[in-house]
């Protein structure tokens, strides 16, 4: 089956960054798009009184340090709905590390974006300009969100707007060489 979802570019023809959604704001339970059966699955159950902040989703098109596409956290004000394609603009990485099923460290990295025209963030254009207090939330979700799983991940700083976009053009570089 062709894989609709994995196949669009990182980025719009006037280069804006596409991100879909695979998690709504308020969700409880991960979910993952499984491109061999053209469908999102529940991945994981987040613990008990955890809830994704802002919609989550990746950036079709790239392949990140682990394999999957690379990860975004889109800080809108409102909920939309899994397999919604937002076009977004990236404003810094919160830089994560956690064991891989092997038991090997490696990096799983946390792209966050704000979806183009949102005013959440006033002017803000990369993480280093948004409150401290919304970065220490976010850092503690992105860790008790895997709490309880043999992942151990810890979070290795945060990184701003110059840091996404090497990352979003390595991650793209490196699903490029996967096919």
Same mark, same amino acid.
């Given at each position: ?18 991100? #879909? ?11 993952? @798009? ?24 990746? #950036? ?17 004000? #409102?909920?939309? @709905? ?44 990369? #993480? ?52």
């Amino acid at each position: 089956m062709s894989d609709p979802l994995h196949a669009l570019d990182p980025t719009d023809g006037n280069g804006k960054l596409r991100v #879909v959604v695979e998690v709504s704001k308020g969700g409880q339970v991960k979910l993952k @798009w499984d491109p061999r059966l053209g469908a999102f699955t529940a991945s994981r159950y987040l613990p008990s009184g955890l809830s994704y902040p802002f919609d989550w989703g990746f #950036v079709p098109g790239t392949k990140a340090e682990d394999g999957d596409p690379l990860d975004a956290l889109i800080l809108a004000d #409102v909920p939309t @709905w899994p397999g919604v394609v937002i076009p977004c603009e990236p404003l810094g990485v919160l830089r994560l590390e956690q064991d891989n099923k092997r038991g090997r460290r490696e990096r799983n990295d946390r792209l966050i974006v704000r979806p183009l025209g949102a005013s959440r963030l006033g002017d803000a254009r990369d #993480v280093r300009e948004m409150p401290g207090a919304l970065l220490d939330e976010l850092e503690k979700f992105f860790l008790d969100a895997v709490f309880f799983t043999p992942k151990n991940a810890r979070a290795r700083g945060w990184a701003g707007r110059s840091a996404a976009d090497k990352l979003i053009e390595k991650s793209a570089r490196a699903f490029r060489r996967k096919k």
